[in-house]
């Protein structure tokens, strides 16, 4: 048995290890404008909230819906400190206000502290909505993030965050190096790099005692609570925890787009990616990385075709139209929704015997069908 | 058994789209020029209009000479969907399919938002009625052919304390728009320098209902009513403003130079002026071929608002493309890079007049702006004076 | 206090107003959420689409046809959600339905987004409707004058119809108790298509009055009054029709009032409109945590 | 003998109905009692009262001779009361722990209809009832520092699941376990939280005689092995009366009757409150 479980993580651990050897190659072969470059960075990004999600979603069964608000603090936090002080001081960006920071952190200090942001914000608001049940908590949530957008464009915290201005030529991934030195980090693999350890954490989290106890707490609340698992306790920490790393991905969508702004986390960001842990699988981790990759390559690259005139060879300008790749991405969605609702994985991880399986079963119903 | 199909449904789509994505021809004399303009969203009327100049001038001219060899020019045109997000994976977009100048966009938001993704991919390109100064400043990738805000609003603020003897202006900006956010700002500035007083608000994202905006304006005793947003909310403010009976005059800048505005208008009691880039009338020869151009086809005619009327930011699009063809031109290559490098020295006469851009930030030296003001019973535009300032 | 009143009757006029077209609004999420326990999130976007056929239909036909017709069409549009979105899920847990709902409003956006292309639609001037008005010095349309009389008349006939029709008496069992309504041999599916059905008829109406006011129609022109409706529902106690009524007219007038802060109680202007929005949401959190159950709600107890 | 566990006039009252009233009883150190009555008597009630899932209206409940839940009449409830009258606990500090602290004290209890974790299997279920004893904080627990407690509470699962007879079913998911053991792996589950007290929610139902025999053998090998104090609901009176030490009798939430199994089974009043539901016997 324990050599199963061996065999079984070094599979895992080659399979890891090919990706990201892929991803360095990629990096040094390819044109660095390539769009593959900018699914690998996004999709990566996505997934991380996306598990992030699913960590809160999928496996303590908590319906939440304030990542936006989480992700905006978190990108907000990274870009302000992380923003040069000569940048802060000149009128680049802060136009209409005096910054009020005058000092600048590197860029491992902004990530942590953009979750940590997040995370603290995540305490306090924890501690009365995470009392409410199912849909009550959704959609307390998601008034709580709402609420975070309108306050970081509030003018009085001009000075703090710019208005509802534009944040920018802080240490996105056109500026970040190698430690010591001036030589470029390449980007694609530091967003791999980050996000790579988050998900672990997150998968030695649920694999962890406490994240049996909020498993139990998902299957059955009553349960849990007779088997000595505090509720509120488990429910604030899956939610701080989630929240830290959902800052952690908004500071890294800021440094992947450049710029941020409060604008963006509106409610429909957090229903993105309520989509993508659905296709993947409401408590799967691998199927939530499968899905926010799928997801972006469809909508950046492979479907840009349906807006821009020419699909698979049609030139139809009528028909492929601006927003006719929202629409058939739409439905897509509503397919999965409804016939497949169990997403790609369902509750399920990827796993070698899975994906042999799998091609089996295909095999052998061919051969049957002979 | 479900996932099995669901699984296979989506390795088909994505073996059919590595397919489509992959189909990409390489003609050696194809230069390609990115249009980075909204299509949708709250600025894609003006984006659809300022495209179609482009377009126009494109089918005018669709080579360039490159050394001794003609090129065709192929638009390549991305949705930036007026919102700062999506602006990057525009960008990107029209990056990866292989642009050598980059146009556009409309609105300041968005081009400041696609900004350093055209830096990094080190591709040029040419603001074309972008008027926030944070768009050029600081960078050497990003270029402009229109006058600035700072000039606008203090033409606008000018023009309201002296011609329209206004003391105290209420002025409406979108929140987290940069580009009525900074008009206005520049505005107060001139303004209160003047020694005028002013009322300053902001609606959010989405908003729909004027009506307190318009009452606080009444309220608070304002003379004007000062709103450079988009035309999109123009719309709303203008019917409102007539409903509740606004009786100040209302003061824009250059977006609202659209038929949009001259449409939701027609009939109502509002006193609308605006300033602008190009007055209709200034060059007859372009107005008559453009309107014959746009009445050809039901789609232009509908991307035009569903007239013929000649928006600014159209006959700005039309000097963009020309503009980035002599920049193509001098350079002698398609290379971004040695586009770059030529756009400082490059100038052109255009419809909306001379081109040449300072060697600061590349921004066009302009030191004219036209004044319309909106007639409400023939729906057209009446030209004023324009205030051109040395 | 006359004087108040006086000077800031434009607030408070358009403050009900909107608080009527609200209430209808929140009439289909209360209806439907008492009887499914869902969250009906695509209803904002029926609304909003209630809105682009008006605007389509009346290019071409008199409003006597596209009046009655976009009506018609907003009830089959409703109906056919139901059908194909909800229905084959009546068994799923919760969360599924609500995505599908969140798929649903998604879709409906899509499809409006590429339809209008991006832009906004101007709304046609409705006859009457649209005639402007002065009340008291405070100049305004009919529109705003009707809304609250007609929000409560139909209000009135709603609840007529649920007290007194077979239908609606059914609807009374099925959103006390699904399951014993079933065995007692209700059928659940027409209730619910019903339910679906008058929601979207009363946003249809709801969008008339909404869009003559503000004249432009835009994919996401749905959300926000949508989201508002919603916490005017919580507010009143989801499941009440009365409670999401009041709820959703104090809503419409406290925006309103916030909007016009500055003139109302001289608080300087430094950006107190940027929380109009993000006010709704604050309320409806205080709501939930000191009353979950809203004004008017029914409390429930877990079983063990 | 000591008492471990004591209910004083303990009233449980949802809006006009009382579910519990007047309810006093005690559980001695290492007896088996059982609770019993017809359906809606308020049995369960009482349970979820000593679980702390409700906080009684009034009364006190006392484990191993300190208070442990205190609650009196208060606010709304002081007019709408309905039980016994009495102020006893009226200048007592109220005390409602949550059930989580209730069974960190050492009272574990099973369900009337079971309540596995539908997504865990065997082992897992077990090993999450040993979480409420991790030392270990989140950071040490996820960065594995604290792998040697982690590998201790495997083994002691594996200890228990092998005593329980459910070592060969370990990887097998708890809802796919046949009825009887799904019971087992609840009482498993229930032990793993080192209880003193078990409570026990109709353990024999839906069990055929020869299965309640077992079951009863069970109950008794379990009590003596990890030295507990038994608690149960039960309607089968073959259990009943072949394991209980003392019977307790409730009837519309109120204690009819208490003595051994052969003074209740001559009860009158007994008799009488089973009378009409006799099938249920």
């Not at chain 1, 502290?113 to 849909?135: H, M, N, T, Y």
């Not at chain 3, 950006?271 to 993000?278: K, L, N, P, R, Y």
Request: aromatic share 10%.
């Amino acid at each position: 048995m324990d050599r199963e479980k061996r065999n079984h993580l070094i599979r895992v651990f080659v399979a890891i290890a090919l990706v990201y050897g892929l991803v360095a190659v990629l990096e040094f072969t390819l044109r660095p404008t390539s769009i593959i470059f900018t699914v690998l960075r996004k999709g990566a990004i996505y997934s991380l909230v996306a598990v992030s999600m699913n960590l809160l979603n999928g496996f303590t069964g908590l319906f939440s819906l304030g990542q936006a608000g989480f992700m905006l603090l978190g990108a907000y936090t990274y870009a302000i400190l992380t923003m040069p002080t000569a940048v802060k001081e000149s009128e680049r960006v802060y136009r209409y206000y005096d910054a009020l920071i005058h000092f600048d952190t590197g860029v491992l200090a902004g990530l942590i502290a953009a979750g940590l942001i997040a995370a603290v914000f995540a305490f306090f608001i924890g501690l009365p909505v995470l009392r409410l049940k199912s849909d009550y908590l959704a959609i307390a949530t998601l008034g709580f993030a709402e609420i975070i957008r309108a306050v970081c464009q509030w003018d009085v915290l001009g000075p703090l965050t710019n208005g509802a201005n534009l944040l920018r030529e802080f240490k996105d991934l056109s500026r970040i190096t190698l430690p010591f030195s001036d030589i470029p980090f390449p980007p694609t693999l530091f967003v791999f790099i980050v996000v790579g350890i988050c998900i672990l954490l997150i998968v030695l989290l649920i694999n962890s005692s406490y994240g049996r106890a909020f498993k139990a707490i998902r299957d059955d609340e009553t349960a849990a609570e007779a088997m000595g698992i505090n509720l509120f306790r488990h429910k604030e920490l899956s939610f701080v925890i989630s929240s830290f790393f959902a800052g952690i991905s908004g500071a890294l969508l800021a440094m992947f787009q450049y710029t941020v702004q409060a604008q963006q986390f509106r409610t429909v960001l957090t229903y993105e990616i309520l989509l993508i842990v659905v296709i993947g699988g409401i408590g799967s981790i691998s199927g939530s990385c499968i899905a926010s990759f799928l997801y972006i390559a469809l909508s950046e690259w492979w479907l840009r075709g349906l807006d821009m005139g020419t699909f698979l060879g049609i030139n139809a300008p009528d028909l492929f139209r601006s927003g006719f790749r929202r629409l058939v991405f739409s439905v897509i969605i509503m397919i999965i929704v409804l016939f497949f609702s169990r997403g790609i994985m369902g509750d399920k991880e990827l796993s070698y015997e899975r994906v042999r399986s799998f091609f089996k079963g295909r095999i052998h119903r061919k051969e049957n069908a002979r | 058994m479900r996932k099995k199909m669901l699984l296979l449904f989506v390795v088909l789509l994505a073996s059919i789209a590595v397919f489509a994505g992959g189909s990409k021809e390489n003609d050696s004399t194809v230069v390609k020029i990115g249009v980075f303009e909204p299509a949708s969203g709250d600025n894609g009327a003006g984006g659809k209009q300022e495209t179609l100049g482009i377009q126009y001038a494109n089918a005018v001219t669709p080579t360039v000479m490159v050394g001794d060899t003609e090129y065709t020019v192929e638009l390549v045109i991305a949705d930036n969907e007026s919102s700062n997000d999506r602006a990057a994976s525009a960008a990107a977009t029209l990056i990866n399919a292989g642009s050598s100048v980059v146009l556009g966009s409309y609105g300041s938001g968005v081009s400041i938002a696609g900004s350093d993704t055209f830096r990094v991919a080190g591709v040029p390109v040419i603001g074309i009625t972008c008027t926030n100064p944070q768009v050029t400043e600081g960078n050497s990738h990003y270029f402009r052919i229109c006058y600035l805000d700072p000039f606008q609003g203090t033409v606008l603020a000018n023009y309201a304390y002296n011609t329209l003897s206004a003391r105290k202006v209420y002025c409406l900006a979108k929140l987290g728009d940069d580009y009525s956010g900074g008009l206005v700002n520049y505005f107060v500035q001139q303004f209160t320098a003047l020694g005028g007083e002013v009322v300053s608000e902001t609606f959010p994202e989405g908003n729909s209902d004027f009506t307190s905006y318009i009452a606080n304006a009444k309220n608070s005793g304002c003379e004007v009513f000062f709103s450079p947003v988009s035309t999109e909310a123009a719309q709303l403010i203008i019917n409102q403003a007539d409903s509740q009976g606004l009786a100040m005059p209302i003061l824009a800048g250059d977006t609202w130079d659209s038929n949009v505005i001259l449409q939701a208008a027609l009939g109502k009691n509002v006193d609308i002026t605006v300033t602008t880039f190009y007055p209709e009338g200034a060059d007859p020869e372009f107005d008559a071929s453009f309107k014959e151009w746009v009445n050809a086809d039901s789609t232009r005619l509908s991307n035009n608002g569903g007239d013929d009327t000649i928006s600014a930011v159209t006959a700005m699009g039309y000097d963009a493309y020309y503009f980035a063809l002599q920049a193509i031109q001098n350079a002698g290559s398609t290379d971004p890079a040695d586009i770059m490098e030529a756009l400082w020295a490059t100038e052109i006469d255009g419809v909306t007049g001379h081109i040449a851009l300072d060697q600061v930030n590349g921004d066009a030296i302009r030191n004219t702006v036209y004044v319309k003001h909106a007639n409400t019973e023939t729906g057209g535009w009446d030209a004023l004076p324009a205030v051109v300032v040395d | 206090m006359a004087d108040f009143f006086h000077q800031n009757l434009s607030y408070f006029l358009s403050g009900i107003s909107v608080g009527g077209q609200y209430a209808l609004i929140a009439i289909g999420y209360t209806m439907v959420y008492g009887i499914l326990r869902l969250i009906n999130f695509a209803h904002g976007d029926v609304f909003m689409c209630a809105g682009l056929m008006m605007v389509y239909l009346s290019s071409s036909l008199p409003f006597a046809i596209s009046i009655p017709l976009v009506l018609i069409l907003t009830v089959i549009l409703g109906f056919a959600i139901e059908r194909v979105a909800y229905k084959p899920l009546r068994s799923a847990p919760r969360m599924s339905v609500m995505i599908s709902a969140i798929g649903v409003s998604y879709l409906l956006q899509n499809a409006a987004l590429y339809f209008t292309g991006g832009l906004a639609r101007v709304y046609p001037e409705i006859p009457v409707l649209s005639a402007s008005v002065v009340i008291w010095d405070a100049p305004t349309r009919v529109v705003t004058l009707v809304t609250p009389f007609l929000t409560l008349v139909l209000v009135i006939l709603l609840s007529l119809l649920i007290k007194h029709t077979k239908i609606g008496m059914a609807m009374r069992a099925v959103s006390v108790d699904f399951e014993t309504s079933q065995i007692m041999g209700i059928k659940i599916n027409k209730v619910i298509s019903m339910t679906f059905m008058l929601g979207s008829l009363l946003a249809a109406v709801a969008s008339f009055l909404y869009f003559t006011n503000y004249a432009s129609v835009t994919p996401t022109s749905g959300s926000m009054p949508g989201l508002k409706a919603f916490v005017a529902a919580v507010f009143g106690g989801i499941g009440s029709i009365p409670g999401a009524v009041i709820g959703a007219f104090i809503i419409g007038i406290c925006e309103n009032i916030i909007k016009g802060g500055a003139s109302i109680f001289g608080i300087p202007g430094s950006g107190w409109t940027t929380f109009s929005d993000a006010f709704t949401f604050a309320f409806l959190i205080i709501i939930l945590i000191v009353k979950p159950t809203g004004l008017f709600g029914e409390k429930s107890v877990d079983k063990v | 003998m000591k008492t471990l566990l004591s209910l004083e006039h303990v009233t449980m009252q949802f809006g006009g109905v009382v579910a519990v009233n007047d309810l006093s009883m005690h559980v001695d150190e290492g007896e088996i009692i059982a609770l019993i009555g017809p359906n809606g008597a308020g049995k369960t009630t009482a349970f979820n009262c000593i679980t702390g899932v409700y906080e009684p209206t009034n009364g006190r409940i006392s484990f191993d001779g300190s208070p442990i839940i205190v609650n009196h009449p208060a606010g709304k409830m002081k007019r709408l009361y309905g039980g016994l009258e009495h102020d006893m606990f009226a200048n007592e500090k109220v005390l409602s722990p949550t059930p989580d602290e209730i069974t960190k004290l050492g009272i574990a209890r099973t369900f009337q209809n079971i309540r596995l974790f539908k997504s865990m299997n065997v082992f897992d279920n077990v090993l999450t009832a040993m979480h409420l004893r991790l030392k270990s904080n989140v950071f040490s627990s996820v960065l594995r520092i604290g792998y040697k407690e982690e590998r201790a509470m495997r083994a002691e699962t594996e200890k228990l699941l092998k005593e329980q007879g459910l070592w060969n079913h370990r990887d097998d998911k708890a809802t796919s376990l046949p009825y009887g053991y799904q019971r087992r792996l609840e009482i498993a589950r229930a032990l793993a939280t080192r209880p003193r007290l078990l409570l026990l929610d109709e353990p024999a139902a839906g069990m055929n005689p020869q299965e309640t025999l077992e079951l009863a053998a069970f109950i008794r090998e379990i009590k003596e092995k990890y030295n507990l104090t038994v608690l149960m609901i039960e309607h089968h009176m073959d259990l009943v009366m072949g394991i209980s030490d003392r019977v307790y009798v409730l009837d519309f939430g109120s204690l009819i009757a208490e003595g051994t199994p052969e003074e209740i089974q001559s009860n009158q009043r007994v008799i009488d409150a089973y009378l009409g539901v006799a099938e249920d016997v």
